[in-house]
Every structure is written in C-alpha cells, then in structure tokens.
Nanobody, 115 residues
Framework: QVQLVESGGGLVQPGESLRLSCTTSRLISTIPTMAWYRQAPGKQRELVATLTREGSTKFADSVTGRFTIFRDNTKNTVYLEMTRIGPEDTAVYYC?????????WGQGTQVTVSS
C-alpha cells in the first residue's frame, strides 16, 4: 500500500510558475514509476509527466519544455515544476505511484490559471 499526499496547488496568473509536491508513505526510491496526471473540467484524465526509479522522464507534448518532474529521495517526495503556465493548464493534478501490482493515487490538488 502506498499513500500519496499532494500539495502546492492554487490560483496563479498566466506566465507564472508553480511547484506541486507529492509525498509518499513508502520509500520513493523503491517505486518503479512516479507520475503526475491532470483532469480538466469536462475532460478525461491525462498523463502529464513520468519519472522512473532509474531517473528517466517523459512529458506530454503540451507541457514539454515548460514542466519538469524530479524527486527528493530524502523526503520521499516527487515534484512537478510548472513554468510559463497558461489557462490550458487549469486542472486537478493527481500524483500517481505505479508498481508491478497496483496503481496508487493522491487526492488531487487544484491548479487554476486566471488573470
């Protein structure tokens, strides 16, 4: 069982930056893949970024070059660094831990982009 707690969401203006955090209840270095997803109103949940245990990253085309995913093993925390945020980034962001046997989800954190 892995419990995930997200934080860092909020209201931001276009062009600003924001960092989301997700702390795990298990040693993050043992989790094969950590990821961030998001779900905008009226849309399906979509994959934003992934980070493997080995350090490989992947990003959705819509965020490539603007978002970064990284982790701090000492804090069992994975981060999503969001820059040049636009209205299209408004969504609930979910942290995901993918293991060989299960997927675990956080409760989500709301990011709203508005001027």
């Amino acid at each position: 069982q892995v419990q995930l707690v997200e934080s860092g969401g909020g209201l931001v203006q276009p062009g600003e930056s924001l960092r989301l955090s997700c702390t795990t209840s298990r040693l993050i270095s043992t989790i094969p893949t950590m990821a961030w997803y998001r779900q905008a109103p009226g849309k399906q949940r979509e994959l934003v970024a992934t980070l493997t245990r080995e350090g490989s990253t992947k990003f959705a085309d819509s965020v490539t070059g603007r978002f970064t995913i990284f982790r701090d093993n000492t804090k069992n925390t994975v981060y999503l660094e969001m820059t040049r945020i636009g209205p299209e980034d408004t969504a609930v962001y979910y942290c995901n831990a993918h293991t060989a046997f299960n997927d675990y989800w956080g409760q989500g954190t709301q990011v709203t982009v508005s001027s």
